[in-house]
């Protein structure tokens, strides 16, 4: 591994990239530091530490939220925002054409989604503010435009260093930034379990489950993120004047797991938001009874959050995935399924397919979400909040970061990272 990182360091364009990329990070830790003007961070370091989904939220945010940094909100909003920009890009004939314009409509759709992102932010921004009015220390409108017009800045910041890490350094910056924020929270929660055993709130028994669990699922999500079906299709042979073209065989490879993450963080985002509201009207029966009976980490908060994660799954999938354009792909270039007729038997099979493969992924990005309830029983470790969903995402990210790596030194020769 120490050699490969060697070889990979040694190619001068390879070697400014992960430069390129580690200063980037180094800014987004640096701004994760820098408090909001006029707020009492204790208030939010309390909300963080006596709820699970805001204890979520500031792994995702590597404590920027807990600290209420200009970095609170995360790219939480860039994420929502590309999602509901490929939603509308289904429903609305202009945006599919522009998606179907190549490199120019691209960028006009991802021009969109800055504008939808920085309006996304500020209606968090303004609902955060207004729901911890007490964390305010002058709780006037303007404070409220202050605090609002800074998180959301920090937020733009986010989304454009994500963009600079995509263009010019390595990988995909926006998962890099949700990486970079996940790791840099290990140190501390190393740190609490140290202090629970030291003060005897736990003991080595509830360490080793804790590993133990840790190393299965770290091996599940490998297998899960590298699971593939694999379809046979097979190309006919064209002549071209003296030429022979086509005739090879080849696979349509299907991931179990197609739709990532993003269903866990926007189910999340959506029950994140009632509980917002709720938290406007503490004073209301009707607002109490619902942050009593739909808390996070009650049962019927549990089963909502796996279902939606399943439906958001299924629904992220068909959107990303379309089963007639992959048959009219593959008719187009002269192939087809072996057994299957091309055309819509084509589509309903690559449908079939894919509904059965999705659902195992549905039920395990559902599982990994609602993880952390079931180890904090079986382990007794209070605040686990660095989830299945963390290492999901921390997992998920290193994978593709090393095959992007291993793809530039490949080019040039080298062995790679992956062996």
Known sequence: MLDSLKNALKIDELRRKIMFTLGMIFVFRLGAHL????VNAQVFADLVNSNALFGFFDVISGGSFKRFSIFAMSITPYINASIIMQLLTVVIPKLERLAKEGEEGRKKITQYTRYLTVVLAFIQAIGTSVALRNALIHPTVW???LVAITITAGTTLLMWIGEQITE???GNGISLIIFAGIV????GAFANIVEYLRAGTINIFSVLLLVVIGTVVIACIVIVQQGQRRIPVQYAKRVVGRRVYGGQSTHLPLRVNQAGVIPIIFASSILMFPE????????STVAEWYLAVFAWGHPLNTLFYGLLIIGFTYFYTAVIMNPADISDNIKKYGGFIPGIRPGRPTTEYISRVMSRITLAGAVFLALIAILPNFVMVATRIPNISFGGTALLIAVGVALDTMKQIESHMLMRSYQGFIK
Do not use: E
């Open 35 to 38: 408090p909001v003007p006029g």
């Open 143 to 145: 404070h409220y435009l």
């Open 168 to 170: 010019k350094g390595i």
């Open 184 to 187: 840099s929270r290990l140190p």
């Open 276 to 283: 917002q509201i709720a938290r406007w009207f503490t004073g």
